[in-house]
């Protein structure tokens, strides 16, 4: 995977390659241009704050149209719709209407719209309830009052931290072990506990159909690496 780094920097002209509608090297500088350009398998682009990361994307979809990419086949995923809906909004007016085909949305309604039509083959139905993080917390405290007594409750972990554990332990691809010792030391004499809970939490989730936040991106993970499925 090529990884590219987005910096602040002045645009500068330079000898164009290709006859495109648009000049992708006098509008971007050598950085957003090298992403918007990159053809040869996929690429890790790191942006902070400032560095143009909105206009890399929005001129990249304007490229692979120009390239004659098939609008339709492109995914363009964000973390909220309306950022998504923003970025087509601008590629089109940069291009054309064509950029409004491009299938647009946010990373946890992609997955969900896979994982209905495909639950089947990681073990849960097509119907499966979306829980929040309230929800989550709930039933992560319902599993906790039938392991933790009340004389115990004061000391462990409260069902927002125990949801904070998890959720952050998953995103951050760590082991819930390794994320207590590193950041919640002081609940290390609970682990054992801990992990029964989570142990519980997930067959809670199995038993009644139910997926949080964070299953919508892990199930789809595991759906795509298990499956040989045509999205």
Not at 55 to 60: A, M, P, S
Not at 72 to 82: A, D, G, P, Q, V
Not at 87 to 114: K, P, Q, W, Y
Not at 141 to 150: G, K, W
Request: net charge positive; charged share 30%.
């Amino acid at each position: 995977m090529k990884k590219i780094i987005l910096k602040k920097q002045e645009p500068k002209e330079l000898n164009t390659a290709k006859n495109y509608k648009i000049n992708y090297q006098f509008e971007l500088n050598q950085a957003q241009y090298e992403a918007v350009m990159h053809n040869d398998g996929p690429a890790l682009v790191i942006a902070g704050a400032g560095t143009g990361k909105t206009r890399t994307l929005v001129y990249r979809v304007s490229r692979l149209i120009e390239d004659n990419i098939q609008p339709e086949s492109i995914l363009l995923l964000t973390f909220t719709r309306r950022a998504s809906k923003e970025m087509l909004r601008r590629a089109s007016m940069l291009l054309d209407g064509r950029c409004e085909r491009v299938s647009g949305g946010t990373f946890h309604s992609f997955a969900t719209n896979i994982l209905r039509r495909y639950a089947e083959l990681i073990d849960y139905q097509r119907n499966f309830t979306i829980i929040d993080q309230g929800d989550s917390e709930d039933a992560i405290n319902f599993v906790r009052n039938r392991l933790i007594n009340e004389k115990s409750k004061k000391r462990f972990p409260s069902k927002s931290t125990l949801q904070r554990i998890y959720s952050l332990s998953k995103n951050t691809a760590s082991t819930y072990e390794g994320y207590i010792e590193q950041y919640f030391s002081w609940f290390s004499d609970y682990i054992d506990e801990i992990k029964n809970i989570y142990e519980l939490y997930e067959d809670y989730k199995k038993k009644y159909n139910l997926m949080d936040y964070d299953d919508l991106l892990i199930n789809l993970l595991k759906l795509l690496k298990t499956s040989n499925i045509a999205i």
